[in-house]
Structures are given as C-alpha cells and as structure tokens.
C-alpha cells in the first residue's frame, strides 16, 4: 500500500449529526474552545483535519474524550479546509473537502487537543462491469426522484448524477444526502466494496423515497384543503361585498336577529343567562365553521321551546261530558273518572299530581280517549309511543358533546305542540326496555314525579323546563312489566274489553262510519244489517277491544269500493250468509271443540293482556309410582296450583271413594294444551282440581262449564282479577254456566244485565261446593 499524501497524525474535530464522504464539500461551525484549538492544531499539518461521527470498537458514537478506547477503530474521512470564515457572533466558519476515508489505529494526547494515527481505508479496485450498469442507472432515478421530491430542479439533479462515473462514488454522494443515522453512514463507509456499498444506499435510497412520497402527498392534501378553504372564503366576503352593495347584508343582522329572538322567548332568568353566553361565542366563532352551527342549532332550541307559551283551558264539564259520550261509547265508570278528575283540576286551577295511566287490552279506545280529554281541555295532543325504547337518551336527550346529538322526545315533543301545558300521551309504557345505554323507565320517574317535573333537565338543553303543566297520559296493557315506582307515580284506570252488544253498538256509531270515510264511500253504498254484524262479531271477531271488528268492516268497505268501481249498483248488500265468500271462513267454536264430554276435562277463564280467554285443562291417570308430569308451557305459579289440587285431592280421598294410597299407584300427567304459548296466572287452581277429580272417578263434567279461581291446600276458594275479562270471554264462548269466588260476586253485579242473564255465576266459598255441584253429592267408584 502506497503512502498517502496527507500526514496520518491529524487532530480529530468530532461530528454529531453528519458524515463527510471523500470528493465532498461540508460547511461547519465551530463554536466551542476545543474546536477552535482542533482549528489551529490542523494549521500546523498543512490544513488538514480528520472529521469522525462514529467511536471505535469498545465505545459508543459520540464526541469522545481523551482515552484510547473511545476512537480506536473510528472510521471517518481526511479533510481540507478550503476556506476559515471569522463571524460576527465569534463563531468560525470553515469550508472542508473530503479527501479520503481513514480508520484510526491509535490515539495521541495533545496540548490541543486530540491527535490520531491514521491508515488509509483503501477501497477494492474493480472495473465497472455490464451487470453493474443496471443497478447504476436505476439507483440514478431513485435520486433523481428523491432530489426532485425535495424541490430541486429536474435538469440540475440529473446532471449532477450522470457526472459521477464511479458506482463507489455515486454511493457515498448518495449517502451523505440521505440524512442517515451516524451509525449507518459507519456502516456504509466500512464497506469497501463499491457494488456492495450501491445495493446498500439503494435499499437506503428506496426507504427514504417511500418517506418522501408519503411526506408529499400529505403536504399536496394539505396544500389542497387549505386552498380549497381560501377559496370558499374568498367567493364568501365577496358575496358579502355584493350583498352590502346591493343593502341586503348586514355584518349585526345574525346578532341582533338572535338578541331579539331570545328576549322575546320569555325564557327562565337560568335559561337566558345561558343563551346570551352562547351567544357570545357565536360571535367570536367563523360564521362558516362547523361548531357555530351546532351553537346556531342549540340557541334554536332554546328560542322555540315554548317556555311561557300555554293554550288557555276549557274546564265546561257538561261539554267535555258531550265530547266524551260522543267520541266512546259506554265506559261510563271511566268517564265518571274523566270528569271528577277535570272537575278538581277546574277548582285547583292547576294539575301538579294529576298523571293518569290508561290499562287495559289492545284495541278498546285507550289513545282515542286520551284524544278525547285533549279535546275536552282544548289542549295540543301529543303521542309518544314507548314500544321497544330501549335508550335513556330517548327520554333525556343527548349531551352535546355527541355528534348529531338531539333533545329527547319529551323535549321535541313540547316543541313539536308548541304550548307548555299540551296533553302527553306515553302509549305502551309496558313495552319500555333496558340494555347496557340506560334504562328509560328510571328516566321516566322524573317525568311524571310531580315534585321533581317542574324543574325537568334534558341533557341537550342542559336548563331547567317546567313540566308542571303538561297532562301526561300513559296507557298500557299491563301493570306488570313496569317498576312499581313509576306505577306509584301514576293515577291507574282500568278499562276493560266490550261485550257482543257493545260491539255492535260500537260498530254502528263509530267504526262503520269511519271506514266509510277512509274509503271515499256514502252510508248509502253499504248495507249491513245488525244481524250481519253481529254474526260479524261473534264468529270473525272474538277479542275483547274491537281492532279486529274495525279490519274486518274495512275489509267489507274495499269490496263495496271495488264494486262501485267495477260499475255495480249501489248499495253493496252483506248478508250473513254471504259472510264466509267475503271474509272467508270464522272463527272455530270454542265452547264445542274446548269442550268434549270425556273425563279429565276442564275449563279455566284466564286473563292476558289482549283480554279474557278460555282455556281447556286435561288430567290423566295411569298405573305406574305416583309421578306428577306437567306439560303445556306452564308457569311456576300454575304449576304449584297443580301441585295444591293434588295435595287437596289426597286429604278427600275417602270423600269421593278413592283408596287412600292411590296417589302411590298412579302417574298424573295434567296438560294444557297450545305448549308453545307460556302460560301462568293465580286463577286456575279450581280448573286443575275439578279435572284432576272427573280423571280419577273417570266421570265428566257434565254440561260446559268454566271455573275460575285459586284454591288453598285446604280447599279454600280464593277471589281473583281481571273478572270482567273473564265473564266477556266465557260468554263469548257460549258458555253458560261459570264457577267464581265467593269474593267476586261483587264484579258479577257490575256486569251488564244481558251477560248476567245469559251465563250463570255461581258463587262457591269451598271446593267441595264445586265439585259436589259437578259430581253429585253420591260417592264415586273408586279408580282400579
């Protein structure tokens, strides 16, 4: 290895975030004392100076100290200091050349500094074959697409790379303008060989070009947008411009528009005070960003919501009597209800504590009586369905810190009526649910709280609103899915289903008419007599409201539109036997086919929410080891009755000539059959009995009849609910003869005279009466 031409004891200046390449030119500025004595130590070696970024083999990069292990072995570059610039500000400036890489082999100490011998890190020499060229020309494109990436100029980049010639000189230019890691650029100057060193600032090369690009492309979006928004702001103050010319803008119309909004809203002091500061931000705010819209969207709210606003009531009761006998047929009891209730709300002049709650079945006018008190009062009506709500934010509305976030519905609601004092109707309040976003029922107590109302807070609106005013209605089909909180909260009216004659009376005056009008149709283009509706009501509609009677006179009213329509002659006639061709065939008879005359047979009047029905009990008894089998979806409740009648059943057996241990030699299996439909009620224990009897003496009922009541264990018959349902099912189903509680006889009396006279109750306060009744007071052969 031939001597190098530059001295190898140089003084060493330490680089900290650069490396200079040989045929390079760098600018440094040298600041500190021991650099500046590095300066005048390389003046003494002929302008010479050894420039390093990494440390040796026992140390890490950095700037090093005065011991040999933190530079032995340090790879660095020999440089010329072409030009020593003094600045203002007592800094040097000096321009170097890379000559040639160096590694130091050892470490000498000096009075100015740090002095190192060098040798000279010779590259291989090879000469630059054809399967090189490849590589040379697309590593060119990488840089020159990196250069110009960075806002060079094409033709400037690619002159500089088509002039470097050499594969070993193209990297190391390529590599000191990547901006690499101090350890990487050690580790690209190590290697010798040239093609080595190109595929290695190559893959360095294609990582920094994927940074760039991307670094690009964001900047182009972000250029992009910003000019975008210029743009729309500009075309904006210039239609501000025109529109000031032309008088029709005004920089205060949006502030002055909204001061006078909302003085004249007659909010709550709380409110106003709250307005006016959102106000005030909407005035600090860009007119065109999003955030002052959703201000502009709240202060709305505030401004409509009907804060002093109320429709004056109209307490007459003669004349809410009229609306009400004319609206609903019968109901007399909730009427008298209606009016004593409009009657203290006339004379208290207020309706703090007055929330009713409407129960009873589908389809016996609960919504069109609340319709009915609204028009009474001469209040807006509002209808809120609660079926299937499952989100408190329903009720309470969303804080705005939510994205499209909205008041709840008992806000919109009064918005929507426009009046602080509308009537509210919460329909199907049973049918509320609950999941992991809230329960609504919870958000409901405070609603129709009369203690807590008055001061109500929706989450959106975030002030107080008085609901003290507003007359909240709730309907339901049953008591029994709501929290007995709110229960309590609520006056609770209970109506019950229509008998035949109701029905019909109810079809006549208000569901024939009513669809006669829905279907462009005059009273004289449908005849139908009150036989045919009657045969309408007990053979197509067996219900307790009358929903399904409604569908079917529709039904009746499109046949007689399309007859008119096919050019017939009016009027359309329905006769009873004719029934079957319109509407197809009715409903099954019940009392027949839930009836046969077989041992183990029963029935039982049972109470839904959809109203009275009959159900058939079967009992049977077999050989086996005294196993009870309950089948037919039964409840717990019905399945202890089960269990009761049997333990009964067994304190008799000498009563009714059954062998006292005959509860070890036979299996019971008591059904009820439609299984897929759950059942269970306090009121089928008499049924369970008398069918558990007729199985063991294997003697029937007798004639239909139904029974309904709980039993104890030691036979007492105990009073049950929902008797009226029960009494219109029964007669519904031909039935005429029905077992009740002695304690119900009281319910009988409130029947209609007609039902009484068709199905006789008889009262039993023990079931040895019942079963005396259907079996004879004679003994019965005992079971084999």
Not at 260 to 271: C, L, Q, T
Not at 296 to 309: C, G, K, S
Not at 310 to 318: C, G, I, Q
Not at 333 to 352: M, N, P, Y
Request: charged fraction near 25%; charge should be neutral.
């Amino acid at each position: 290895m031939s001597k190098p031409s530059w001295p190898t004891n140089l003084p060493v200046l330490p680089l900290r975030h650069t490396m200079l390449f040989p045929a390079m030119i760098l600018p440094l500025f040298l600041s500190e004392a021991n650099e500046k004595a590095v300066l005048a130590e390389a003046e003494k070696t002929g302008r010479y100076i050894f420039l390093a970024t990494c440390c040796g083999e026992d140390s890490t990069c950095g700037r090093g100290g005065p011991g040999e292990p933190s530079w032995k072995g340090a790879l660095g570059c020999v440089a010329l200091i072409l030009k020593t610039t003094l600045l203002e500000d007592g800094r040097i400036k000096i321009l170097v050349q890379g000559i040639a890489k160096a590694r130091v082999l050892s470490v000498m100490a000096s009075s100015s500094g740090l002095m190192v011998r060098l040798e000279p890190l010779v590259e291989t020499d090879m000469p630059l074959d054809a399967s090189l060229l490849p590589l040379l020309s697309r590593v060119r494109q990488m840089g020159l697409k990196l250069f110009t990436l960075r806002g060079m100029h094409a033709a400037d980049a690619e002159a500089v790379l088509h002039g470097i010639a050499s594969a070993g000189r193209l990297a190391d230019f390529l590599a000191m303008n990547l901006h690499l890691d101090p350890h990487e650029c050690c580790r690209l100057m190590g290697l010798v060989d040239p093609s080595e060193r190109l595929r290695a600032v190559a893959e360095a090369l294609g990582e920094e070009l994927q940074k760039a690009e991307v670094q690009q492309e964001i900047e182009s979006e972000a250029e992009t947008a910003l000019r975008r928004r210029q743009r729309e702001r500009y075309l904006r103050e210039q239609l501000k411009a025109i529109r000031r010319e032309l008088g029709e803008w005004d920089e205060n119309k949006e502030e002055w528009v909204y001061r006078e909004k909302i003085r004249a809203a007659g909010m709550s002091p709380e409110a106003f005070q709250v307005a006016m500061r959102e106000l005030d931000r909407l005035l600090m705010m860009q007119s065109d960003s999003a955030e002052a819209s959703l201000v502009r969207t709240y202060l709305d709210w505030l401004i409509e919501m009907p804060w002093r606003r109320t429709t004056e009531d109209r307490l007459d009761l003669a004349e809410a009597a009229k609306v009400l006998d004319a609206d609903h047929h019968d109901m007399e009891t909730i009427k008298e209800h209606i009016l004593d209730f409009l009657g203290a709300c006339s004379l208290k002049g207020s309706l703090k504590g007055s929330i009713l709650c409407l129960v009873g079945p589908p389809g016996v006018g609960k919504t069109s009586l609340g319709r009915s008190i609204a028009k009474a009062m001469g209040r807006r009506f509002v209808r809120l369905s609660l079926g299937g709500v499952r989100d408190e934010a329903e009720i309470r509305g969303h804080r705005r810190t939510y994205l499209g976030a909205l008041p709840g519905r008992i806000i919109q609601g009064l918005r929507y009526a426009g009046t602080k004092n509308p009537v509210f109707m919460l329909d199907e309040i049973d049918k509320i649910g609950s999941d992991a976003r809230g329960d609504p029922a919870a958000a409901l107590l405070e609603v129709l709280d009369p203690e807590q109302n008055k001061a109500f807070s929706d989450h959106y609106l975030n002030v107080a609103f008085d609901l003290s005013q507003v007359l909240f209605i709730a309907t339901a089909n049953s008591l029994e899915h709501v929290p007995p909180a709110l229960v309590d909260r609520m006056e609770v009216l209970t109506l019950t289903g229509y008998t035949d004659r109701e029905k019909l009376v109810i079809a006549k005056s208000y569901l024939l008419p009513r669809q006669l009008e829905e279907h462009g149709l005059q009273p004289e283009d449908l005849a139908l007599s009150d036989s045919t509706l009657m045969a309408l009501v007990r053979r197509y509609t067996r219900e307790s409201g009358v929903r399904q009677l409604e569908r079917a006179i529709g039904t009746l009213c499109r046949k007689a539109a399309r007859h008119r329509a096919e050019g017939g002659r009016a009027p359309f006639r329905v006769f009873v036997k004719n029934l079957e061709r319109l509407l197809g065939p009715p409903l099954k008879d019940l009392s027949s086919q839930q009836f046969p005359s077989i041992p183990g047979v029963a029935l039982a009047l049972a109470w839904t929410p959809h109203g009275g029905e009959v159900l058939r009990i079967e009992a049977a008894v077999m050989t086996g080891k005294g196993a009870v089998v309950l089948t037919g979806h039964l409840g717990t409740i019905m399945k202890e009755s089960a269990q009761a009648a049997l333990s009964f059943i067994r304190t008799r057996a000498g009563r009714w000539g059954l062998p006292s241990d005959f509860h070890e030699k036979m299996d019971v299996h008591i059904h009820v059959p439609a299984g897929a439909v759950p059942k269970d009620g306090p009121s089928a224990g008499m049924a369970l009995c008398a069918a558990l009897v007729s199985a063991l003496l294997q003697k029937p009922l007798g004639k239909p009849c139904a029974m309904t009541g709980e039993i104890s264990l030691l036979g007492d018959v105990l009073p049950v609910g929902g008797f009226r349902e029960k009494a219109l099912a029964a007669a519904r189903s031909g039935l005429r003869l029905v077992f009740v509680p002695q304690g119900n006889m009281d319910d009988v009396a409130q029947l209609p005279a007609y039902v009484t006279r068709a199905v006789n109750f008889i009262p039993s306060s023990h079931m040895d009466q019942v079963l005396e009744h259907l079996f004879g007071a004679d003994k019965g052969a005992a079971c084999a």
